[in-house]
């Protein structure tokens, strides 16, 4: 049973195909009890579109009892199908149809999972959360690593959690015609967390450690300055580091821990050094 199907009338007419159309897709199927290849298509579309009612309706016609309908949209023959937006016909079945081609149709005009998850991340984004940004535009750039769109909301992501190589990276597979006002933000963005991330204030601190390569509240402050302009992997390096030669030295266990999860979820440099970690203590 499809929880958001309706069956198409007169007195219904205008609610479902001129307004709610409006807000979702209707998807109308034209059937008649004498064409049971009509009925076969009806009951098809109605099993595949049951668990999207978030972004289409199903609206079936007796096309015996409601003929001025069928006549309106200007039915010639059954068994056919109408997706319908904003009040136009936008696409067409006709004819019985596979399951395969049914599949096809549909994912012409419904929202893929990539799709979710680019919505996910890019609401993410403007939220400030560039960890559930990153983990949902991954997911993705899993699922269609050729959208340009996605490969922008996932450089914007990997620069917001300084994955700057990941970022350029992605940048540098975005063709000539897809590069728009959004590409230039990003490449802007990456710009400046390039500069950030080797500030004359890490410089200093980078040459104090230098003179004092064993000192652990210059090892913590040069670690700390990393992972607050996202050099994370710098952060994660230097602090094993020290962890390794010093194994009482809690502060640096502690800062270490606290900088693998400020990673994204399934961030594989988290993963390395959780596995880093396990192996020094154990």
Not at 26 to 41: G, H, K, M, N, T
Not at 119 to 125: F, G, K, T, W
Not at 179 to 201: C, F, G, H, I, R
Not at 210 to 234: G, M
Request: charged residues 25%.
């Amino acid at each position: 049973m499809n929880p958001n199907a309706v069956s198409l009338t007169l007195e219904n007419f205008q609610q479902v195909v001129l307004e709610d159309s409006k807000e979702k897709l209707v998807l109308v199927a034209f059937w008649a009890d004498q064409i049971p290849e009509s009925l076969e298509l009806r009951d098809k579309l109605a099993s595949k579109t049951a668990t999207a009612g978030e972004h289409v309706i199903f609206a079936d016609v007796d096309c015996q009892a409601q003929q001025q309908i069928a006549m309106q949209f200007g039915i010639q023959g059954l068994p056919t199908a109408v997706l319908v937006k904003a009040g136009q016909p936008i696409d067409a079945l006709s004819g019985p149809q596979p399951d395969e081609a049914i599949e096809q149709f549909l994912a012409k005009h419904l929202p893929q999972p990539q799709d979710e998850f680019l919505a996910q991340a890019q609401a993410a984004l403007a939220n400030g959360d560039a960890n559930q940004a990153y983990s949902a535009a991954k997911q993705a750039f899993d699922l269609d690593s050729s959208r340009a769109d996605i490969k922008l909301v996932l450089a914007d992501a990997c620069v917001s959690c300084g994955k700057t190589e990941d970022a350029q990276a992605l940048l540098d597979t975005v063709m000539m015609v897809d590069q728009d006002s959004y590409y230039q933000a990003v490449v802007a963005k990456l710009e400046l967390a390039n500069e950030a991330s080797n500030s004359p204030e890490l410089q200093a601190l980078e040459a104090k450690l230098a003179e004092s390569p064993d000192d652990p509240q210059l090892i913590q402050q040069l670690a700390a300055q990393y992972s607050q302009v996202n050099r994370h992997e710098d952060a994660l390096a230097l602090l094993f580091k020290r962890v390794q030669t010093a194994r009482d030295d809690a502060d640096s266990k502690k800062l270490l821990l606290d900088v693998m999860k400020a990673l994204p979820d399934g961030d594989p440099l988290a993963s390395k050094y959780r596995r880093k970690l396990y192996t020094l203590l154990y």
